[in-house]
């Protein structure tokens, strides 16, 4: 840059020399040519000095104009390159902005839920190597919503996910400052809780995030009531890996779920059999249909206003070549977790009413059979179409068929499900609240509900026998469904003594041991048939003393 400016300089100041000594000797040499006389050439060579100055002049305003024209043209190639670098660095730093924001993006996809925002499995991998490396004792806690499933299943992923949201807001809620939450995938959470002094303390916790949940959650107007299943595992006791400390505190769970759900349960190394015997039931379950190995059995339910078997509950059992008889407790599990228990349940209602058929054809028409029917089965949008489908095909009256639900379904989902009892009840079928007085019973609840009948718990009937004082809970439940104007069932009677006192406490049906126990489809007909005989030959006896 320095060199030009020099050339430039010096081919100025050559040019304007050269046209000096140009002029000066032109113009001499003309002057003397013209004239000799001294005066004239004094006054020549002033007008020629002048000339010389305007010529000048001239040429410098030339060559100053053509290098100002010259220094424009740079200045505004330098304005142009520098505008061209402030574009760049402008550039340069939006983009710098932009791969921030997309590494923040990356990261945030990386270690954290796009749903609710918690951080995801990856942030919880490596947190728990960091609190390993700590050394200090620390609990996993692996939190389950239970049945969530048929949420998904009925209502949608788009709105289950919005409960998803709800949940896991009220989870964060909770959180202490020795917590930190994350979400496993699905309706599945993690909670790991550092630097614990016991059980006692993650045990108080647990049931703190459990009894949260007696709460509903409500979205878009609507209350859904849901509770919660807690595994436990402890580190070091338990694993000494994430991987291992993940998979007990999931066995743990898997136990909580197994005894009842909503519930905490500390991880024992005795529960990895439990796993195991799960998943076998599993494998023969998913053939057993197939190979027809289910078979219905017959609880004979008595009638106390006529003294005699008035119906039936339908009861599903299976026995297979590997296992044998497998308990109905232990193979319905199952099959509610892996969704089986729709087609299960389908065959049951099927086979029940083709039982109901059968009794209308030996003349016992005014017979009926109760089915126990699931959570998923009756949350299926087309359940009531389905189930009057089958009355129909069967050929059988609807008001012979009842059908028994679960009274936490009723709480649980309440909008869901009564659109559909309304339905079949529309239709004449029956339907009983089972396990009444288990769950949320209060008398405003009962009037609301479509139902025709309560079936007590069976823990009712069992704690007749105790005492007096336990006997009032018993009471208290009885009266609180003839409030409601409902028919009343006795479940588990198992001895003269509950048979009686629930009789005079109200009861219309009664079921259980004492009874009868439940019998395949060929012994309780011939009971009916042996019933009517006995009657019929006391008729004829009478008709003789007459």
């Not at 059995?297 to 044998?324: C, H, T």
């Not at 193979?331 to 977790?337: G, P, S, Y």
């Not at 219309?508 to 489809?521: A, F, M, T």
């Amino acid at each position: 840059m320095m060199k030009d400016r020099q050339k430039t300089a010096l081919k100025t100041a050559l040019i304007y020399m050269a046209a000096g000594v140009a002029w000066i000797i032109v113009t001499d040499s003309l002057l003397s040519l013209i004239t000799a006389e001294k005066g004239a050439f004094s006054w020549i060579s002033i007008i020629k000095g002048l000339v010389f100055v305007a010529v000048s002049a001239a040429i410098v305003y030339a060559l100053v104009q053509d290098l100002l024209k010259r220094l424009m043209e740079l200045e505004f190639d330098l304005l142009r390159a520098s505008d061209e670098a402030e574009g760049s660095k402008r550039e340069a730093a939006t983009s710098y902005e932009q791969l921030l924001a997309l590494k923040k993006k990356l990261y945030d996809m990386a270690y954290f839920d796009q749903l609710t925002g918690l951080r995801n499995q990856m942030s919880l991998q490596e947190d728990v190597g960091k609190v390993i490396g700590t050394g200090s004792k620390f609990a996993l806690l692996f939190l389950d919503i239970d049945n969530f499933k048929y949420v998904n299943d009925t209502l949608g992923h788009s709105f289950g996910n919005l409960i998803l949201k709800e949940i896991s807001s009220r989870f964060a809620g909770l959180m202490e400052e020795n917590c930190d939450l994350y979400r496993l995938a699905g309706d599945k959470f993690i909670v790991i809780c550092r630097e614990i002094k016991g059980i006692l303390d993650i045990e108080q916790f647990a049931l703190k995030i459990l009894k949260s949940f007696k709460e509903a959650v409500v979205v878009e107007g609507k209350s859904f009531f849901h509770s919660v299943s807690i595994g436990v595992s402890v580190y070091p006791e338990h694993g000494q890996t994430y991987s291992d400390l993940l998979k007990c505190a999931e066995i743990a769970l898997y136990k909580a779920k197994e005894s009842g759900k909503n519930r905490i349960v500390i991880y024992r190394e005795s529960m990895v059999s439990t796993i195991h015997e799960w998943v076998e039931t599993e494998r023969y379950l998913r053939n057993a249909l197939e190979k027809s190995e289910f078979e219905l059995y017959f609880q004979p339910q008595y009638s106390v206003e006529k003294g005699d078997i008035s119906g039936f509950e339908a009861l599903i059992r299976w026995r297979n070549d590997e296992m044998g008889f497998v308990m109905p407790g232990k193979f319905l599990k199952v099959a509610e977790d892996t969704n089986m228990i729709i087609a299960i349940g389908e065959w049951v209602l099927r086979n029940a009413c083709i039982f109901l058929k059968r009794l209308q054809q030996e003349g016992f028409g005014d017979r009926t059979v109760s089915v126990n029917v699931s959570k998923m089965q009756i949350l299926q949008d087309d359940f009531a179409d389905s189930l009057l489908e089958i009355i129909e095909i069967a050929g059988i009256d609807p008001q012979s068929l009842e059908i028994e639900v679960p009274e936490s379904i009723l709480i649980e989902y309440y909008d869901l499900v009564t659109e559909k009892l309304n339905t079949l009840k529309d239709h004449g079928v029956r339907v009983t609240l089972d396990n009444f007085g288990k769950g949320y019973s209060a008398l405003n609840y009962l009037r609301k509900l479509p139902i025709t009948s309560v079936k007590l718990d069976k823990t009712f009937s069992d704690i007749i026998t105790i005492g007096e004082e336990s006997r009032i809970l018993t009471d208290f439940m009885i009266k609180l469904a003839r409030s409601a104007q409902l028919h009343i069932i006795g479940d588990g009677v198992e001895n003269r003594e509950q048979f009686e006192y629930l009789i005079r406490n109200g009861c219309k049906r009664l079921q259980g041991y004492y009874i009868s126990r439940p019998l395949p489809e060929r012994e309780a007909l011939r009971k009916l048939q042996e019933a009517a005989a006995r009657m019929a030959g006391d008729a004829d006896a009478v008709k003789t003393e007459e």
